[in-house]
């Protein structure tokens, strides 16, 4: 006992320092982290817990209908998602931190310009572009209808075969600024003797891109790719203001995150079940898992990749 | 050094080739800033229109320039209220995720004690990991304490998922500081809390501002967390309680410019104030992430 009040007194700031962050962090983002599991795994009648059920929940979701065919619909819409937010930020995000990351006259401003979007929430992005695209009223429509392209103007978002196309772009207008920003950064941090030993070897612009700045960005965009999937993988909030929590025209932009709080909370104007909490954990332990799997496969790639100067 | 000048003028292309292609990038880059201010300015001008200018002219400059819009958005839909309470939610998770993550980075980063590996490691696991995905263990935590419907719901779930970016920064920028001002510190009678307080915990101050920035955006802007947790109006945050004002007034299109225009500026202002901080703290947040 003396022994253990003698530590207490040489040791005692070290519980000070770090008990508060670890009961803050324990409590409230590793416990429901770690129970979401166990609540996977059993019955549930309402909010309150039954018997353990195995894999029944993720049996049910990936083969009872409708469940199996809202989870793959929902599953190939944020692949989707990711695919199309990669190439976007690894092509047209690529070009613009290769062109900023030099200092001209005015890069300032377009680094303002593609970066101002991000600061806005996801709410007022859903919103502005729900008017800004509606096909009665709307400034893209008045100005396709002014150059005379009427023919172009169609609901784009109350369609199926654009709905989900429309989210996705609108969701890269407001991301991009991001990994153009990140990427800048990187760019900036390679050594300028590279290019000037470049230059020497006769290496035009397009060249030194390729041979210089593409390598040395892979882990940056390694690691870019990783935050993008588990952002995409995770995206609700635009869905939900443009397009309704059962992602309407007919589930076509239905995401996974949307699935999930369909089937936890249920939806109102859809009808939906509410407080399926088994079949919803099991839901969010498979996004866990799908996120888990590509941040690894991610991390692991952007480490054997990474260059030290 | 070869004389290798000459070779490389042949090589390269002509003058005129050249500036056409600059010329073309330049273009291209223009277009595109255009293409992603152009819907940020259509919201400012529409913002000052009264609904049928809008629709009417929606790319000209608004006919009279008045701020009735803004005093009807700012009564009807509450804004002060949702201001105040997006102020305190996002101000009180900065206190609480500070005074948990700054010690705890401390003492992991300038202390050696057995556990120190595995208590770093346990931060770390999470860095990753979005704590939305354990919303339903969350969500009946905070019915069970009693917290849902208050602004703690939305503290504590935003202060404990900063904590492992926040620790990971921290510790990294503790680690560079010397030792010998912590020994000058312990010769001179500091007791282990002063040493943190008033000796280092100032000098880690960049890496305070980093955590802050990457931190409070997020935050500030969050709507899932608000939707799940809170019911009733009197602590609703501004991108919750403008999606449900949003939804009321679709129709009136003058409101609804007026109002996103509202709720987007506190964050505008910030960052166009001081971008330069904002950029390097988001992307060092990214990379070092």
């Not at chain 1, 729900?130 to 784009?156: D, F, K, Y």
């Not at chain 2, 967390?225 to 009733?232: A, E, M, R, W």
Request: charged share 10%.
């Amino acid at each position: 006992m003396t022994a253990v009040r003698g530590w207490f007194r040489r040791n005692g700031h070290l519980v000070v320092f770090l008990a508060p962050g670890l009961l803050l962090y324990g409590l409230f983002m590793a416990y429901p982290l770690l129970t979401s599991l166990s609540y996977s795994l059993s019955d549930w009648h309402g909010l309150v817990r039954g018997a353990y059920a195995g894999f029944a929940n993720f049996a049910k979701v990936l083969g009872q209908w409708p469940y199996n065919v809202r989870f793959w619909g929902a599953l190939s819409h944020n692949a989707l998602f990711f695919a199309l937010t990669f190439l976007i930020q690894s092509t047209l995000g690529l070009f613009l931190a290769a062109r900023l990351s030099r200092k001209w006259r005015g890069f300032a401003f377009f680094q303002a310009a593609y970066f101002l979007p991000y600061t806005m929430s996801m709410v007022v992005v859903g919103f502005l572009w729900l008017l800004l695209l509606n096909p009665t009223w709307g400034p893209v429509a008045h100005g396709l209808r002014l150059v005379g392209l009427e023919s172009w103007v169609q609901p784009w978002l109350g369609q199926r075969s654009t709905a989900l196309i429309t989210v996705i772009l609108v969701n890269a207008w407001h991301w991009l600024g991001f990994p153009v920003l990140v990427f800048m950064a990187a760019i900036q941090g390679i050594p300028r003797e590279f290019y000037e030993a470049g230059l020497v070897d006769g290496a035009n612009e397009l060249q030194s891109f390729r041979f210089i700045t593409l390598p040395l960005l892979l882990p940056s965009i390694a690691m870019m790719s990783i935050l993008t999937f588990i952002w995409d993988f995770n995206a609700f909030e635009l869905v939900f203001v443009m397009q309704g929590a059962s992602g309407s025209p007919n589930y076509a932009t239905d995401l996974l995150a949307t699935f999930f709080y369909r089937t936890a909370f249920g939806d109102p104007t859809t009808g939906g079940e509410p407080g399926q909490i088994g079949l919803a954990s099991a839901i969010g332990v498979m996004m866990l898992i799908i996120i888990g799997a590509a941040s690894a496969f991610g991390v692991r790639f952007s480490q054997r990749s990474q260059t030290e100067y | 050094m070869l004389p290798r000048a000459p070779a490389a003028t042949t090589r390269r292309r002509p003058r005129v080739a050249r500036t056409v292609s600059r010329t073309l990038i330049y273009l291209a880059l223009v277009l595109l800033a255009l293409g992603f201010l152009y819907p940020i300015g259509l919201m400012i001008l529409d913002a000052f229109k009264t609904t049928p200018e809008i629709f009417r002219n929606p790319f000209g400059l608004p006919s009279h320039v008045g701020l009735e819009t803004f005093r009807e958005v700012w009564r009807r839909a509450h804004f002060g209220l949702y201001l105040r309470n997006s102020v305190l939610v996002t101000g009180g998770s900065l206190l609480v995720l500070l005074a948990c993550a700054a010690p705890a980075a401390y003492a992991i980063a300038r202390y050696r004690f057995p556990v120190r590996g595995l208590i770093f490691l346990f931060f770390l696991a999470g860095i990753m990991v979005p704590i939305r995905l354990g919303i339903l263990p969350l969500y009946l935590l905070m019915k069970h304490l009693s917290l849902l419907d208050t602004p703690f719901s939305l503290i504590f779930t935003y202060a404990a998922s900063g904590m492992p970016m926040s620790v990971f920064l921290l510790s990294t920028f503790f680690r560079t500081l010397p030792s010998d001002l912590e020994d000058a510190a312990r010769i001179d009678g500091c007791s282990e809390y002063r040493t943190f307080w008033s000796i280092m915990l100032p000098l880690v101050r960049p890496a305070v501002a980093t955590v802050t920035i990457v931190n409070v955006v997020p935050w500030w802007n969050d709507f899932f967390f608000p939707l799940l947790f809170l019911q009733s109006n009197t602590w609703k945050t501004v991108p919750l309680g403008m999606q449900i004002f949003f939804g009321q007034h679709l129709t009136n299109w003058s409101l609804v410019f007026a109002g996103m225009l509202m709720s987007s500026l506190p964050l505008l202002v910030v960052y166009l104030l001081m971008s330069r901080q904002f950029i390097s703290g988001l992307t060092s947040g990214a990379i070092k992430g």
